[in-house]
T-cell receptor, first 115, second 110 residues
């Protein structure tokens, strides 16, 4: 299995809702990432988990709450979002043992619309 | 600040043309540089990865070069096809982070 899966593909939520995005990989990778991508912009890093511990938080608002229950699974819990949070949310994973050859494998993304 | 810039922002070419996409970066202390392809509303597909000590990598009709000292990379696409139409993103790896350029939107007309 050489892919990163993300569910759901699309999500519409109100500003008072609580929802979660899910990301899964079965490649034995030890790092997982959340990115946010607005239309016609490059992906922006939000969080990095290394060995199931949060290692990077790029000053993301607390209405986004990441969780890494195990080495294969990464969640992003959403609460009280704003319309400007509407974007494509990308998950990625990487092995952490490839040195200069280290690359990230991206999932297809979850398209989020906040009304 | 680590910044990645891509030129041009958009490119439209007739089928069969050879083309060059450019990427520049401000901090030369890189681990590697990757070129990704992104179709509209989709995830990223890695095309080529060049390690910091390498000068170029080739895969099929794609060739990527890296000049770390000048902070530049180019992606060369030979004999372009309509199926090559997509956004091409350059990403530079610093430690455990990827810093992306804004991308080049490529349209190949049949």
């Amino acid at each position: 299995d050489t892919e990163v899966t993300q569910t759901p593909k699309h999500l519409v939520m109100g500003m008072t809702n609580k929802k979660s995005l899910k990301c899964e990989q079965h490649m034995g990778h030890r790092a997982m990432y959340w990115y946010k991508q607005k239309a016609k912009k490059p992906p922006e890093l939000m969080f990095v988990y290394s060995y199931e511990k949060l290692s990077i938080n790029e000053s993301v608002p607390s209405r986004f709450s990441p969780e890494c229950p195990n080495s294969s699974l990464l969640n992003l819990h959403l609460h009280a979002l704003q319309p400007e949070d509407s974007a494509l949310y990308l998950c990625a994973s990487s092995p952490l043992d490839m040195g200069f050859w280290e690359t990230q494998y991206f999932g297809p993304g979850t398209r989020l619309l906040v009304l | 600040k680590q910044e990645v810039t891509q030129i041009p922002a958009a490119l439209s070419v007739p089928e069969g043309e050879n083309l060059v996409l450019n990427c520049s970066f401000t901090d030369s202390a890189i681990y590697n540089l990757q070129w990704f392809r992104q179709d509209p509303g989709k995830g990223l597909t890695s095309l080529l990865l060049i390690q910091s000590s390498q000068r170029e990598q080739t895969s099929g009709r794609l060739n990527a070069s890296l000049d770390k000292s000048s902070g530049r990379s180019t992606l060369y696409i030979a004999a372009s096809q309509p199926g090559d139409s997509a956004t091409y993103l350059c990403a530079v790896k610093y430690g455990n982070k990827l810093v992306f350029g804004a991308g080049t939107i490529l349209r190949v007309k049949s």
